[in-house]
Structures are given as C-alpha cells and as structure tokens.
C-alpha cells in the first residue's frame, strides 16, 4: 500500500513558475513509477508526465514538454513537478500517483494509487 500526499499548489500569473511535491509512504517508494495527471472543470483526467522507478526516464504530455519537469528523490519518498511559463489552461487539479507498471503508463488505468489532488490555478 502507498499512501499519497500532494502539495505546492496554489495561485499563480501566468508565465510564474510552481513547485509541485508528492510525498508517499512507506517502504517500497522506489518500487513504482509516478505519474502527474491534472484534472480540469467539466474534463477527463489527463496525463502530464511521468517517471520511471529510478528516476532515469521521463515522459511527458506534449501540452507540457519543455515546461514541466518532474523528478524524484527515492530517499525522501519524494516526486516533484516543476512548472514554469505556466498558463491559464494549465489551471486544473494536480495528482500524483504510482504504478508498479515498467512499461510506459499514460492513462489512469493502470495507475493504483492516487494522492488527494492539488489545485493550480493561473490566472491571465
């Protein structure tokens, strides 16, 4: 079981810049790849990015590549999402979740577990 805690959302003009961290529990943080997904009013949720267990590969959504980078510190049980020239449509709710999948994971399907969700909102 992994428990998920996301934080570092907030209010932010548009081309600002955010920190988003996930805090997992337990032992067996580097046992999953994690996703950043983001969920948008009246939309389904979306991949934003992704990282394998080791940190050495990433992915990312093509509405994000080249702005957000996400990142992970294995010994502090720790994934970031950091978020720069950000703007209004990037407004949604921000969770982290982990897979045990090694294959590349993109939809929220083959994630099993989810943080609560943080908001962004970026204002124009």
């Known amino acids: 079981q992994v428990q998920l805690v996301e934080s570092g959302g907030g209010l932010v003009q548009a081309g600002g810049s955010l920190r988003l961290s996930c805090a997992a529990s337990?032992?067996?943080?580097?046992?999953?790849?994690m996703g950043w997904f983001r969920q948008a009013p009246g939309k389904k949720r979306e991949f934003v990015a992704r990282i394998s267990r080791s940190g050495s590969y990433t992915y990312y959504a093509d509405s994000v590549k080249g702005r957000f980078t996400i990142s992970r510190d294995n010994a502090k049980n720790t994934v970031y999402l950091q978020m720069n020239s950000l703007n209004p449509e990037d407004t949604a709710v921000y969770y982290c979740?982990?897979?045990?999948?090694?294959?590349?994971?993109?939809?929220?399907?083959?994630?099993?577990?989810w943080g609560q969700g943080t908001q962004v909102t970026v204002s124009s």
């Open positions: 979740a982990a897979t045990p999948l090694v294959a590349l994971s993109t939809t929220p399907e083959q994630y099993h577990y």
């Open positions: 337990g032992r067996t943080f580097s046992s999953y790849a």
